[in-house]
């Protein structure tokens, strides 16, 4: 039987940090909320709830999507579609069409306690 050699040890360890990662980013407390403000007018949507939506920014629409607990933007009536191009993330603006995104709560641990 062949003994692991330290590069072993260390793609094993990469391989399990992969797949920790993955499934902590995909995963989502269930109180969270997608807050959305475009031109004004304030949305709020569960986190949990898959799907497309648009909104009506300054400009137009805005169509993103809510996936797992995470949110991208897909579409965007600004000129240079740097909003599309942020990919999945907390928070998503896109300030040509007024168009904020953010996804809040759900987080039902506390950081500290005071007495």
């Known amino acids: 039987m062949k003994r692991f050699r330290p590069l072993d040890f260390l793609v094993v360890l990469l391989v399990l940090a992969t797949g920790i990662f993955l499934c902590a980013g995909t995963t989502f407390r269930k109180n969270a909320k997608v807050f959305v ?3 004004g007018t ?3 949507f569960p986190a949990g709830d898959d799907g497309i939506r ?3 920014g300054k400009n137009g ?3 993103f ?4 607990g995470r949110i991208r933007i897909l579409d965007s009536a600004c000129p240079n579609k740097t909003c599309v191009h942020q990919g999945w993330a907390s928070t998503l603006v896109c300030l ?3 168009v904020i995104i953010q996804l809040e709560g759900g987080n039902e ?3 500290a306690l005071t007495n």
């Open 42 to 44: 304030e949305y709020e």
């Open 109 to 111: 641990e506390y950081d």
């Open 65 to 68: 999507e809510i996936r797992g």
């Open 37 to 39: 403000k475009a031109a």
């Open 54 to 56: 648009e909104v009506r």
């Open 96 to 98: 040509p069409n007024d």
């Open 61 to 63: 629409m805005t169509k």
